[in-house]
């Protein structure tokens, strides 16, 4: 329940990068077999999606925010604004973990090509 609620204040740009997060595992664990430039290639390619979309989904929601701020009475637009940017950051927070998990998942798959590289 906490989760649905976390997604559904993060707005849509938080279910597209759910959605990219199998992507990012496959790739991942492609690249952990095969090894291939063509594998680091497309993983890399989905991270920099990752955090286009995610920079987007955040700037997105901050301007609605400031938008939406500008509608309240006075007393209220400095608790409005905390509390906007704080829900605007969830696309921020889901691009940093995924982008953190794809970036693990090439490092481990580069360690490795080398290794295969250094053993021939």
Same mark, same amino acid.
């Given at each position: ?28 664990? +492609? ?7 063509? #594998?680091?290639?497309?993983?890399? !390619? %989905?991270?920099?999606?990752?955090? /286009? &979309? ?25 608790? +409005? ?7 605007? #950051?969830?696309?921020?927070?889901? !691009? %940093?973990?995924?982008?953190?998990? /794809? &970036? ?17």
């Amino acid at each position: 329940m906490i989760w649905a609620k976390w997604m559904e204040v993060g707005g849509p740009w938080t279910y597209i990068l759910l959605l990219v997060a199998p992507a990012i595992v496959g790739a991942g664990l +492609l690249h952990l077999v095969l090894r291939r430039r063509v #594998s680091l290639w497309l993983l890399a !390619m %989905l991270i920099a999606a990752v955090f /286009g &979309i995610g920079l987007f989904g955040t700037q997105t929601a901050r301007g609605r925010v400031d938008y939406a701020v500008r509608m309240a009475r006075p007393a209220e637009q400095a608790m +409005l604004t905390v509390r906007g940017y704080e829900e605007a #950051s969830h696309s921020w927070q889901m !691009m %940093l973990a995924l982008g953190a998990a /794809g &970036i693990v998942f090439l490092i481990a798959g580069e360690i490795g090509r080398a290794h295969r590289r250094a053993g021939k």
